[in-house]
């Protein structure tokens, strides 16, 4: 309000905007709080420092669950979680693990007991991203038909193809969801030297969008071939 005092006509109605748009989320918030819906409810969060390796994966959890409790509350449309960072210090000892992960990435073929190491890890990433499926499978679209795994798209990729040749070359992707009848879910495809800007194309016309291209074109434009249901 003071700061109203001492603004011209056109910041004055900026400012109103601003306020405007503070107050909606407030309510939004409030409404949320006070009839959830179902699975519409603050997680429970482990409360172990969250910078020790042993609690990589309570953080990981808590994370997850705070993502479907924001989707399920209807206050956002898109997220994402990024798991440790590309030179991932972490160590899986949990599973018994005493390597870091990044190292076991570049672990030879010939040492056997690394491989079987680095697999491990791998599966235990395979098994979050399941949690985080079996979460959206069993709460309801809010507002809404169907669950809202049904509903929504969800993307487990790497940054690499090989970790140890650093070449972003058949790089896998997992499409979980159906995005409400679009994607054709259960099946194993395999492309040869497809651009992944074809899938992110794909992706954005899943959501109603209807844009040819993403990113630098002439990598490549158009959908990725054979997603459609």
Request: hydrophobic share 35%; charged share 15%; proline share 5%.
């Amino acid at each position: 309000e003071d700061l109203k005092s001492r603004l011209g006509q056109i910041e004055t109605n900026k400012l109103n905007l601003h306020l405007e748009a503070i107050r909606d989320m407030e309510l939004n918030l409030n409404t949320s709080n006070e009839t959830p819906t179902t699975g519409c409810s603050v997680p429970m969060i482990n409360s172990t420092a969250h910078t020790a390796n042993d609690s990589f994966p309570d953080v990981g959890r808590a994370q997850m669950d705070m993502l479907v409790a924001a989707l399920a509350c209807d206050m956002t449309k898109v997220a994402s979680i990024q798991w440790s960072h590309t030179v991932s210090p972490t160590v899986f000892s949990w599973l018994g693990i005493s390597e870091g992960h990044h190292a076991l990435s570049h672990i030879r073929d010939s040492n056997v007991a690394g491989i079987q190491d680095f697999v491990a890890t791998e599966r235990w990433f395979a098994q979050q991203f399941a949690y985080l499926i079996d979460r959206l499978k069993t709460l309801p679209e809010p507002g809404g038909t169907g669950t809202m795994l049904e509903n929504s798209v969800v993307i487990w990729t790497k940054e690499m193809g090989d970790p140890r040749m650093h070449d972003c070359l058949s790089v896998p992707f997992v499409i979980a969801g159906q995005g409400n009848g679009y994607f054709s879910t259960g099946r194993y495809l395999q492309y040869d030297h497809a651009p992944h800007h074809k899938l992110l194309v794909s992706l954005c016309q899943s959501m109603g969008l209807n844009n040819p291209t993403f990113g630098e074109p002439s990598f490549g434009t158009g959908v990725l071939e054979n997603l459609r249901g």
